[in-house]
């Protein structure tokens, strides 16, 4: 098991590293607009929630991509691989075309859920921009889907580590006016962000032309030609899995929405924890995405005695790895905390006292968080993606959302209501999946 465990930490290391490096652009932009003030920080939750919705519901193409060219690969299929990346180039730059067009509508989607109207004022501000990051950054998604597939992970992670620098650098820039850079404020991490992303996109797409070990491929041969087959395979291992995605991320949104009605306080703090949870769950992902490679090569190459073990090794390095995180978390939960505010600004201690008290309920439930992705990952790997879909809507929603409401509006849990409702949502999601994942593991 030792060394089933070691093949896993190996595929799943530098795709942790990648996610995390991914996940620090957003949380570098969180932490700039934070010192700005605990509203602009309270906008910024909302328009990055909403923002990251028209992202998620588009994932489920290039995570069917990993299985399905993870499979091709498995059994030497190279001409399949190369129709399925194709395919999924088309799926997500229609798919990103219609989140642009809902996010034109952020201002009446804000007041219809009754967010007050300095908070739409700024998050509007900050998405008139933030929109057109969709695009590039979708396409550079099923690009690094095609690379994680074919083992040439580290590109993406020095690719992501370029992103984040410049993100980063032209933040600082033009949301605080350094340099002779105009004063933007939260338009200005909004032209970084989609400037970091036309960049990763230009630099992904540069490397997967020209480097020896992916031109053979030839990725772009006949890239305008329809292979209607291909793409509706593609389309229905696809969905299901962006729903599913959409299910969990759209109960934390709702549970953002929840926060906002609570109290401006309450909201922010939930932005930061939002932020510091989104980032530990970067290496359960990470991990999920090796699982879904691993299951899915073995499968195509109709190897389920090896399939078995790399699915235990999964779990035994994916859930040992977030007791470490929550250990981390526990002693380190101030640090954390504090890079989010500017303590000099007025209520931003309020924030973080609050903060400090509501980041006990993610901790206590993050061991399950991970268990959840990980089972996921493995389905993924098996093309089993509408059961699951199920499952988490039933799960985050039915429970979930459920308890977060009656207890954040209906009793006096406020702000905590709302965490213990989507922990309890993890939870029933983890037992679910893996009970699901083992029911097809003995079948096959």
Known sequence: MLGQIKKSALIAFPLIITQVVQMG???TDTIMIGWLGPTELAAMTLASTLLFIMYIWIYGFPNAGVALISQARGRKDFTYLRRVFRMGVWLVSIASLFSVAALTQTDQILRFLGQEDELNFFAVEYMVIAKWTVLPFMIFTMFRSFLMSIDRVYIIFWVSVIGLVFNATLNYLLIFGKFG?????IQGAAIASVSSSILMLLLILTYTQFAKSTRDFSLFKRVYRL????????????FPIGLTTLVEVGSFSAATVLMGWVGKIELAAHGILMQIFALAFMVSL?????ATIRVGTLLGANNMIELRKAALSIYILGLGVSILIILVLIVS???FITLFLDQGIAKSNEVIEYA????????AFHFFDCGQILSLGLLRGLSDTKIPFY????SFWGIGISVAYFLSIYTNFGGFGVWIGLGLGMVSCFVSLSYRFEILNKNF
């Not at 292979?227 to 696809?238: E, I, Q, Y």
């Not at 008290?357 to 901790?363: E, N, Q, R, T």
């Open 333 to 335: 939960k101030n640090v």
């Open 286 to 290: 990470g991990i999920s995405q090796a």
């Open 356 to 363: 400090s008290v509501l980041i006990f309920f993610g901790i």
């Open 391 to 394: 499952l988490s809507l039933v």
């Open 181 to 185: 850079a105009p004063r933007l404020e």
């Open 227 to 238: 292979d209607a087959n291909t793409l509706l395979h593609v389309f229905k291992l696809g």
């Open 25 to 27: 652009i957003s949380v």
